[in-house]
């Protein structure tokens, strides 16, 4: 599966479009990662446990997409965009979405 | 007697925070900026543009989607600062610099990856921001803020300057 956050595939034309493909997913943390953004609240610096989080989750809303995009027969997906929102205390939604095309 | 703690505890144990949030704020942030500076330097070669289009004249081997991501708090002195500024309202410093750290650094890990996958540009680099919130419902205060960079990395086959 090519993916770009341009327009097109660099070098290739788009034969076919299949439309809006997206995937997403909505974590929350666990206690003891609440609890070391706790202390890192006092001194400031990277919440390095929520980087990675936010990181892996990320991961999981493009594969959702990317599978998505596999089942309406696209082998690459354009324009790619993610988005995060905060829904509720302590669950962020990672969100990935693009359009799915078929090019040569 | 007891209400004498209670105050020695209610005054004394925020002061302490406030002294040490100082301190080590501080530090941490002189330190990332140094780290942030010596990278970019290092980093200057990989021009990362907003350009949403290739430039014509550029030659792509290969491309792929790359991205970094940070999520950085502030600490309890300046969130302290914040919080009398919002009383006049004005500039709010500790919060413009954190968010300039958190995007600065979002931006080198892109290019950071950008460069261990051998790519030579990023091109559409996007940077998304959000706020991150704690779980703990008597802490209704931001856990910090988290910066994301993405765009396409491309290998040229000539270089792009």
């Known amino acids: 599966m090519l993916l770009s956050t341009t327009e097109g595939i660099p070098g290739r034309t788009i034969k076919r479009f299949f439309g809006v493909v997206s995937g997403s997913t909505v974590r ?23 980087t990675e989080l936010l990181q892996e989750s990320r991961e999981d809303a493009l594969a ?19 988005a995060t929102s905060s829904i509720t205390q302590g669950a962020a939604e990672l969100f990935a979405y693009g359009t799915a095309v078929q090019v040569e | 007697m007891e209400s004498a703690i209670d105050a020695v505890v209610n005054i004394a144990v925020p002061l302490v925070l406030l002294a040490v949030a100082f301190f080590t704020g501080r530090r941490i942030e002189r330190r990332h900026y140094q780290s942030i500076r010596a990278r970019e330097n290092e980093l200057r070669m990989l021009p990362a543009v907003t350009f949403r289009q290739i430039p014509s004249a550029w030659v792509v081997d290969s491309f792929g989607v790359v991205s970094g991501s940070v999520v950085i708090s502030i600490d309890y002195f300046k969130r302290f600062l914040a919080g009398l500024r919002t009383l006049v309202g004005g500039r709010v410093a500790s919060y413009e610099s954190l968010l300039d750290r958190a995007r600065r650094e979002a931006i080198l890990r892109c290019k950071e ?5 051998g790519y030579q540009a990023v091109v559409n680099l996007r ?8 779980a703990s419902k008597n802490n209704r205060a931001t856990a910090g803020v988290e910066v994301l960079a993405f765009g396409t990395g491309l290998e040229l086959r000539r270089d792009p300057r």
Request: glycine share 10%.
């Open chain 2, 127 to 134: 940077l998304e921001t959000t706020r991150v919130t704690r």
């Open chain 1, 64 to 82: 959702r997409m990317i599978q998505e995009a596999e089942s309406l027969g696209a082998n690459a997906v354009v324009n790619l965009r993610f």
């Open chain 2, 113 to 117: 990856e950008a460069h261990a996958r």
């Open chain 1, 28 to 50: 929350s943390k666990h206690i003891g990662r609440d609890i070391m953004a706790g202390i890192k609240n006092i001194f400031g610096g990277e919440l390095t446990g929520y």
